[in-house]
C-alpha cells in the first residue's frame, strides 16, 4: 500500500510539472504570424500591458486576422533585427473582415485591403503583450 501511494503520489508531482508550463500560457514554439511575406514562430507567455502605462512607440503592430474557425496566421510590422523592433512588444489591433477572410503576409497588405474596404482595423489596441518571435 505504502509503493502504491508512493507511485500515485510521484505520478501526481509529474503531471502538475507537465501541466503547469501549459496552464501559464507557455507552450511549445508554434507557427505565430507573418512579417514581410515570412512566417516567425512565437510562444505564447501570459504576459499582459494593457493596464500598464506603456508608452505606445515601446509596442510593434500586430494585425489579429484570425476569425473564429478561418485558421488564418495574425501579421506583425517588425521583426529581430529590423531598425526600431521593440523586442517582441506588440500593440495588437483587431481586423473585422468585410469580405470572405484570405491569408494575408505583411502589413503592406494590411493597409491595402483596409484602403479598400475590404478590412476594417480597430481604432484601438484590443492587447499589449509581450512574446519572443524565431524565423520559421
Request: charged share 15%; proline share 8%; aromatic share 10%.
Amino acid at each position: 500500500m505504502k509503493r502504491l501511494l508512493s507511485t500515485l503520489a510521484a505520478v501526481g508531482l509529474l503531471v502538475a510539472i507537465a501541466v503547469g508550463p501549459a496552464s501559464a500560457g507557455l507552450g511549445p514554439p508554434h507557427a505565430g504570424f507573418y512579417i514581410d511575406g515570412t512566417v516567425y514562430r512565437t510562444i505564447g507567455t501570459p504576459t499582459d500591458f494593457s493596464k500598464t502605462d506603456a508608452q505606445a512607440s515601446s509596442f510593434d503592430t500586430l494585425y489579429q486576422l484570425d476569425e473564429p474557425g478561418t485558421g488564418l496566421l495574425d501579421v506583425a510590422t517588425a521583426a529581430p533585427g529590423d531598425p526600431g523592433y521593440n523586442g517582441g512588444r506588440w500593440m495588437v489591433f483587431a481586423i473585422t473582415w468585410n469580405v470572405p477572410p484570405v491569408q494575408l503576409t505583411s502589413d503592406e497588405q494590411v493597409l491595402q485591403y483596409a484602403a479598400n474596404g475590404w478590412i476594417t482595423i480597430s481604432s484601438d489596441p484590443v492587447k499589449l503583450f509581450e512574446c519572443p518571435v524565431i524565423k520559421a
